[in-house]
């Protein structure tokens, strides 16, 4: 059965057709996600690649280099889905694993703001490095993936949970997209250390890019055609009827993709979709920004320690104040325990 919520392609009113003379286009660039849809094909989709945002993300935290992969890609899923939202609100990727990498969060906040975190066991990690076993499946182990839709106070949470047994976050994204959805739907993900020109010598720099492409057929005898996934457990390939070859045209031009043009910024978003869609032609839409932007505040972590009791402002005390980091972004807040009094 369907979700009451589908994650599906956002329709926007700035578009720009593409022509061959790729040098007049105007680019979005870095932390912007394109729209695009291929008429002829039936498909909609959303292509991005982060840079200095997800830097700064990535970098605020120093993470060992297996962690920072894993997040940087969760990062790239979670502005791909969450820039589709039609309202305003929150979408919220987390796993929870009992693999050295137990926890991953990336949310996303309407209209354009991203923050993310991942929490490890460095000992286990430490091992696993020196072993050399850092594939993904190893680093997260078994669990669930859990994508969250939050439109706010006094609505009802939406929530769909894909198993992670052995799976990378982009076949279970594929899988959830299968079971729950029933969009046939596919996404490729990379993520890479550059390094760039800096004063004094070269600097390491992260990026990561993605693509995300979903079967929307709009004609009523393309509409959920009979040879669709049937949804939960259903082994089936979608779309592999012999009169319908679109989806398998499009899954098969998605598998030329290197991982290098997904992050290459010569390339570049717009470049990669005339690369692939160019003999079929490609509809852009404005790029959407995102920012490395935290929802956390002073006012809020004081409302939270107004509901404390006197013991627990007490235990929360040390040195002679209380000190809250974020853990998304690192800010650290200080308070004085005799604002907490209870008169």
């Known amino acids: ?12 009113h700035q578009v720009t057709e593409y022509h ?4 007049e286009f105007g680019y979005a660039g870095d932390d912007h996600v394109v729209p695009f849809e291929v008429g002829p094909l039936d498909v909609r989709g959303r292509t991005v690649q982060l840079g200095p ?31 589709s939202l039609k309202f305003e609100g929150k979408f919220i990727l987390q796993t929870r694993t009992d693999g050295p990498v137990d926890m991953l969060v990336a949310d996303f906040t309407t209209p354009s ?7 490890f066991d460095a000992d286990r990690l430490e091992a696993l490095v020196a072993a050399g076993e850092t ?11 859990a994508l969250t839709i939050d439109q706010g106070a006094h609505t009802q949470r939406y929530q769909g949970i894909v198993q992670l047994d052995g799976e990378t976050l982009e ?30 010598g070269a600097r390491e ?6 693509i995300l492409a979903q079967f929307l057929p709009q004609s009523p005898e393309r509409m959920r055609v009979p040879d669709i996934s049937g949804g939960d457990g259903d082994p089936r390939d979608v779309t592999n009827d012999p009169a319908d070859n679109s989806w398998q045209e499009l899954l098969a031009l998605l598998g030329t993709i290197e991982p290098t043009e997904l992050i290459d910024p010569t390339v570049g978003a717009e470049r990669l979709l005339y690369r692939l869609f160019h003999e079929h032609g490609v509809r852009v839409f404005g790029g959407v920004p995102v920012a490395d932007q935290c929802s956390c505040s002073r006012d809020k972590i004081r409302g939270i320690l107004e509901g404390f009791s006197a013991q627990e402002i007490k235990d929360s005390t040390e040195d002679g104040g209380i000190h809250v980091a974020c853990e998304f972004c690192s800010t650290q807040y200080d ?9």
Do not use: N
């Open 1 to 12: 059965m369907a979700a009451p919520w589908s994650i599906v392609m956002l329709e926007t």
């Open 335 to 343: 308070f004085d325990p005799a604002e907490f009094a209870r008169q």
């Open 113 to 119: 703001a991203l923050r993310a975190y991942a929490r």
């Open 53 to 83: 945002m997800l830097d700064a993300i990535l970098g605020r935290h120093d993470y060992p280099e297996p962690v920072a992969r894993l997040l940087a890609e969760a990062c790239v899923l979670t502005v791909l889905l969450g820039t």
């Open 205 to 210: 720099q992260w990026r990561a890019g993605g």
């Open 171 to 200: 076949d279970a994204a594929r899988t959830y997209f299968r079971q729950s959805e029933q969009i046939p739907t596919d996404i490729r993900l990379s993520v890479a250390k550059l390094l760039t020109p800096a004063h004094g």
């Open 20 to 23: 061959p003379k790729l040098g």
């Open 135 to 145: 594939s993904q499946q190893t680093l997260l182990g078994s669990g669930v993936l």
